[in-house]
């Protein structure tokens, strides 16, 4: 399984940015995705999913109402569509997969992962 996450860069603070997630090898239409961030000096957490059928989103309440997590079965990807960025959006950001459906938040309920891509947004 390989996912190739894109789209990270710098950003001013109130700018967008969004980052794809290109899936192979995984049965990705049946699985869930999900997109975890690393800021500097911080834990891992959790930012958003997307579970497989229905395509139930869930976010965390830091991100929610500016970010927007979807995907294309057809393509093999997930999207974060970040909005209103701020200085502390500033991370690693890494794509995630498990097969079947998963509506928890923890790292460990997901079994493969992306290298990353980095965001930074300034003031």
């Known amino acids: 399984v390989q996912l190739i996450e894109s789209g990270g860069g710098p950003v001013q603070t109130g700018g967008s940015l969004s980052l794809s997630c290109a899936a192979s090898g995984l049965a990705f239409s049946s699985s869930t995705m999900g997109w975890f961030r690393q800021g500097p000096g911080k834990e891992q957490e959790f930012v958003a999913s997307i579970r497989w059928t229905p395509s139930t989103t869930y976010y965390a309440d830091s991100v929610k109402g500016r970010f927007t997590i979807s995907r294309d079965n057809a393509r093999n990807t997930v999207y974060l569509q970040m909005n209103s960025l701020k200085p502390e959006d500033t991370a690693d950001y890494y794509c995630?997969?498990?097969?079947?459906?998963?509506?928890?938040?923890?790292?460990?309920?997901?079994?493969?992962w992306g290298q990353g891509t980095h965001v930074t947004v300034s003031s």
């Open positions: 995630a997969a498990v097969r079947g459906s998963y509506t928890g938040t923890s790292p460990n309920g997901y079994n493969y």
